[in-house]
């Protein structure tokens, strides 16, 4: 027998509480009623959407719509402290030139470089900046190649975690920044 898809509407904060308690779910879509053109979360398991639950940088203000199934099925994930998981935190952005109507920026790029990772991002009409938390690989190498494919497309703005539990490796159009 098939799984009805349920809704719930709730607030920013019922929404993070939501997500980190949630257990034994597929969550289908998050929406938020006006502001943000696109909301989008690729990833296998729950762990990356309760790590941006966390920040409140992911999550504007607003009510959201979460469509997800519930799914006695799923294996219970092994609860990690969210300062364990490693991730990369990127901003980008895209604009119009009124000079001569030519698109600038690079959130197309992010797009294209994180398609295989497991990520979430929030994109809002109005500023038309993308934000993403991005789960780092788990190889060494996969994680140096992720690293460089940003640096070279000289994304706007990216930060690794680097298992302090701070975000200390920071690069501005794929620079490095020193941080004091």
């Given at each position: 027998m098939a799984k009805a898809l349920k809704t719930k509407s709730m607030s920013?904060?019922?929404?993070?509480?939501?997500?980190?308690r949630a257990v034994k779910v597929a969550v289908v879509s998050i929406s938020l009623a006006?502001?943000?053109?696109?909301?989008?979360a690729q990833s296998d398991s729950l762990t990356l959407l309760k790590s941006?639950?966390?920040?409140?940088?992911?999550?504007?203000k607003g009510r959201?719509?979460?469509?997800?199934?519930?799914?006695?099925?799923?294996?219970?994930?092994?609860?990690?402290?969210?300062a364990l998981i490693k991730t990369i935190v990127a901003v980008s952005y895209s604009a119009r030139l009124k000079v001569n109507d030519v698109d600038i920026g690079d959130t197309e790029i992010l797009k294209k470089i994180i398609?295989?990772?497991?990520?979430?991002?929030?994109?809002?009409?109005?500023?038309?900046v993308l934000s993403v938390v991005i789960k780092q690989p788990d190889s060494p190498d996969d994680l140096a190649n992720l690293v460089k494919k940003l640096q070279e497309s000289?994304?706007?703005?990216?930060?690794?975690?680097?298992?302090?539990g701070y975000m200390l490796d920071n690069y501005i159009f794929g620079a490095k920044q020193m941080c004091s």
């Open positions: 920013r904060f019922e929404l993070r509480v939501w997500l980190k006006g502001g943000v053109s696109e909301l989008k941006a639950a966390a920040s409140k940088v992911f999550f504007p959201y719509i979460v469509e997800y199934l519930p799914n006695s099925d799923i294996k219970e994930e092994v609860e990690q402290e969210l398609a295989d990772e497991d990520y979430f991002f929030l994109s809002h009409k109005d500023e038309r000289r994304i706007t703005f990216f930060s690794i975690e680097n298992g302090s």
